[in-house]
């Protein structure tokens, strides 16, 4: 059982919520826990869900810690709730194909998922015959389905460095593939590194990250994803004025950003990097006590948490599909297990290779 008391005081003391917002909250959570005991569920939660789901679910983490924690489930779990957005819900299906997994809102979307689809990715392929192919996390179960390997903010570069295939591709979110390919220590290998940038004027836009260069494939206009460009909507929005408007009325110690925000951003941060790899980078700097992040502004939480001697300060910006899972529709969807989340044989069989793919590479040394 989860201890509450324990979750009513951090929701207190480090997240400020009022006596009054707690007496709304605290039953919620206590019911959430009791049917999730009874029915041997688990609950994971993005780190980019408010505190009182971080705090009740079994796990909160980024994309890759909620994967390797789906993989590692024992049998006797038979029901998983993912607050989460769609596609990690489908990840974590892909991960248990045996297992029931339900989300809170099947709405939660992202903007990054919706900028790339099967059609756009088998014009790439047919183009770029010996090229690897890898997608960001951040893509349906499909489009993982027909890729060489699955990365996220936390592997992308280890994945891109020891995949096998030249050009390596990576796709769909151009403002994440320039910054992870850019930062890339062993880039000068003799390989070419595209990135997908967007669809314009019926071509689909590739870019040589390393040379500047771009080089077009038609595609028709039926064919194209939802999005013409696969970035971000709440990283792309951050601009290079929240930073100098914050470095000008506050003491700031270090500058961290999240690497689906624009280059321009990336090049003025101390530090680029998924949301494991801030902490872990905030674990070494015990003297940087005024920290800016930028990325959503909900990752504050397990931040705040990790290091209450520290002052967070961000130009906050909330995903509103991660915002679409609140504690009323995650416990109706524990409680009569609606919008479970169901992927065909093929595509369950295909997204899980190539997440397999990614923690083989993971495993290999840069
Ligand atoms: S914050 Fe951006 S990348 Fe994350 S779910 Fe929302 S739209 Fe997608």
Redesign the pocket.
């Known amino acids: 059982m989860a201890d509450l008391e324990q979750i009513k005081k951090k929701l207190s003391t480090i997240h400020k919520y009022s006596d009054s917002e707690l007496d709304i909250i605290m039953p919620k959570l206590e019911e959430i826990d009791r049917i999730r005991k009874a029915k041997h569920a688990v609950i994971l939660a993005h780190y980019?869900q408010i505190p009182p789901i971080q705090l009740i679910a079994d796990k909160a983490g980024d994309s890759l810690a909620l994967a390797s924690y789906a993989k590692a489930l024992p049998n006797e779990i038979s029901l998983i709730v993912t607050s989460t957005?769609y596609f990690m819900a489908e990840m974590v299906k892909s991960m248990c194909p045996g297992k029931k997994v339900v989300i809170p809102d099947p709405k939660a979307g992202?903007?990054?998922?919706d900028g790339m689809n099967v059609n756009a990715l088998r014009k790439i392929r047919e183009n770029y015959p010996k090229a690897a192919i890898v997608a960001y996390i951040?893509t349906t179960a499909e489009v993982k389905s027909e890729v060489d390997a699955v990365c996220t903010s936390a592997n992308a570069g280890a994945i891109l460095s020891n995949i096998e295939g030249n050009p390596v591709i990576l796709l769909p979110d151009y403002f994440f593939s320039k910054n992870i390919i850019t930062g890339m220590r062993n880039k000068q290998n003799g390989k070419r590194y595209l990135a997908y940038k967007m669809i314009d004027d019926g071509s689909i836009i590739m870019e040589d990250i390393l040379t500047g260069k771009e080089e077009r494939i038609k595609i028709n206009e039926k064919e194209a994803p939802l999005l013409k460009d696969g970035t971000?909507?709440?990283?792309n929005k951050f601009t290079e004025f929240d930073i100098h408007e914050y470095r000008k009325n506050n003491r700031i110690d270090v500058v961290i950003a999240h690497p689906?925000v624009r280059p321009s951003i990336a090049n003025m941060a101390d530090a680029v990097g998924g949301t494991e790899k801030m902490i872990e980078y905030l674990k070494g700097k015990p003297n940087m006590k005024n920290v800016l992040f930028i990325t959503?502004c909900d990752m504050a939480a397990p931040l705040r948490e990790a290091f209450p001697e520290k002052e967070f300060f961000t130009p906050c910006r909330f995903?509103d599909?991660?915002r679409k899972n609140n504690l009323n529709n995650l416990l109706d969807s524990l409680k009569k297990e609606i919008h479970e989340v169901n992927l065909g044989p093929e595509i369950t069989q295909g997204a899980r290779r190539s997440m397999e793919r990614m923690f083989e590479l993971t495993s290999m040394l840069p």
Not at 110 to 113: L, N, P, Q, Y
Not at 232 to 235: A, D, T
């Open positions: 980019y957005v992202c903007s990054i998922a951040n971000c909507m709440v990283h689906e959503e995903c599909y991660m």
